[in-house]
């Protein structure tokens, strides 16, 4: 990662993994942050251990299969951070097994949260990184 002091990041399935790791890692580095998961409990423990770093960090309930959601996730973690610059979507999910054991709404859920979420991410924070310079 490069230099990151005093910006502030966006980071969606922060509750655990990737996410988490990432959110720790941001806050080391001097990075103020916005997390996000439908994981209530893990978000609220991931943000306890971030509250040791002194950075300003809010919480977010957020389900990413749903744009309105995102939009408010957006919305919000760009007036509690004026100078967020910086957005992780990194929620996702996986499924196992073989094909035919797959029916198609579990690839419709998988495919609104890893691939739909991304987009919807991308398009709801872009107004608010074209503002930063």
């Not at 389900?63 to 973690?77: T, W, Y």
Request: net charge negative; charged share 20%; aromatic share 6%.
């Amino acid at each position: 990662m490069t230099a990151i002091q005093g910006s502030a990041a966006a980071v969606t399935g922060a509750a655990s993994g990737i996410g988490r790791a990432l959110a720790i890692e941001l806050a080391a580095r001097g990075c103020d942050l916005a997390i996000a998961d439908r994981d209530e409990a893990g978000l609220a423990a991931t943000a306890a251990e971030l509250a040791a770093t002194g950075r300003k960090v809010t919480t977010h309930r957020l389900d990413v299969s749903d744009p309105a959601q995102i939009r408010q996730f957006a919305d919000a973690a760009a007036a509690a951070h004026p100078g967020l610059n910086i957005v992780i979507n990194n929620a996702g999910v996986a499924l196992l097994g073989q094909f035919d054991e797959i029916d198609q709404a579990q690839f419709e859920w998988l495919m609104n949260i890893n691939f739909w979420g991304v987009v919807h991410g991308c398009r709801a924070f872009l107004p608010h990184l074209e503002r930063q310079k």
